[in-house]
C-alpha cells in the first residue's frame, strides 16, 4: 500500500494531503539510542524512514509493515474469515481490502483506542470499477474528495476515546454476494485506532 508523498509539505500546519497507501512500507531496522522517552523513539523512527527515498513513491497492493514503539510487526491479524488491523499512520487514505466477486461483508468493527487518549475521526468509503488512478484528499481523518473514479462514503464519524462501533448488521444486508469487485479505503485522525473485518464467499 504505497504512501504518496504529500506535497503540501512545508507550507505550515494547516495543510491538507491528497494520499493513496498502497505499498509496503520498509521498517526502520537502525537501533535506537538508549534514554529516549517512547514519544522521542517514535520521531526518530520517522525521521528515519521519511529520508529514505525508495519508500516515496512505492506502487504495489500489499499490506505495509507496521511501526509501534521501534517493534516491527505484522498490520494485520487474521484467523479464518477474521482480519484485524492496527492503524500506525494518521491522515492517509489506504486500501483497507477488497471484496470480491461472491463475497459477502460479514461485519467491520471499528474501535477507537489511540495512546494519547483523544478522540478521533474515521472514514470508510467504498468503490469499484478501476482504481487504477484513484486518489483521496483526507484532512484531520475525513476523507474530503476522491478523483480518478467515483467513491462513496460508507461511514464517518468522530469517535470519542475508547468508543466502539459495530457495522455488521448493515453490512449484511448491502454488501451480500457482491456481483462485482468493491474496494474499501479507510483514513483516521490518530494512530491507534483497530478495524476487524469478516468476509465469506457464499
Known amino acids: 500500500m504505497p504512501i504518496i508523498k504529500d506535497k503540501y509539505a512545508g ?3 494547516q495543510t491538507r494531503s491528497r494520499f493513496l497507501t498502497r505499498s509496503k512500507d520498509r521498517a526502520v531496522t537502525e537501533s535506537t539510542p538508549v534514554g529516549l522517552t517512547t514519544e522521542q523513539k517514535r520521531e526518530l523512527e520517522k525521521e528515519s524512514y521519511r529520508a529514505n527515498p525508495s519508500n516515496k513513491t512505492q ?3 500489499t499490506t505495509p ?3 509501534s ?5 505484522p498490520p494485520e491479524e487474521k484467523i479464518g474469515n477474521i482480519t484485524g488491523y492496527n492503524f500506525v499512520e494518521a491522515n492517509k487514505a489506504i486500501l483497507l481490502f477488497t471484496l470480491n466477486i461472491g463475497d459477502t461483508l460479514n461485519n467491520i468493527y ?3 483506542a489511540n495512546v494519547d487518549a483523544a478522540a478521533s475521526v474515521v472514514s470508510l468509503n467504498w468503490s469499484s470499477g478501476d482504481q487504477t488512478n ?3 484528499e483526507v484532512a484531520s481523518g475525513r476523507i474530503n474528495a476522491t478523483s480518478g ?3 462513496t462514503s460508507l461511514f464517518s464519524a468522530n469517535m470519542p476515546y475508547g468508543a466502539s462501533v459495530n457495522l455488521g448488521e448493515v453490512l ?4 451480500k454476494n457482491v456481483q462485482k469487485d468493491i474496494y474499501f479505503y479507510v483514513a483516521t485522525q490518530t494512530v491507534g485506532v483497530s478495524i476487524t473485518y469478516s468476509i465469506t464467499n457464499e
Open 65 to 67: 509493515t507496521s511501526i
Open 110 to 112: 471499528i474501535t477507537n
Open 149 to 151: 473514479a467515483i467513491s
Open 11 to 13: 507550507k505550515g500546519s
Open 134 to 136: 484513484i486518489d483521496f
Open 69 to 73: 514503539q521501534g517493534i516491527t510487526t
Open 172 to 175: 449484511r444486508t448491502i454488501f
Open 59 to 61: 506502487v504495489s497492493t
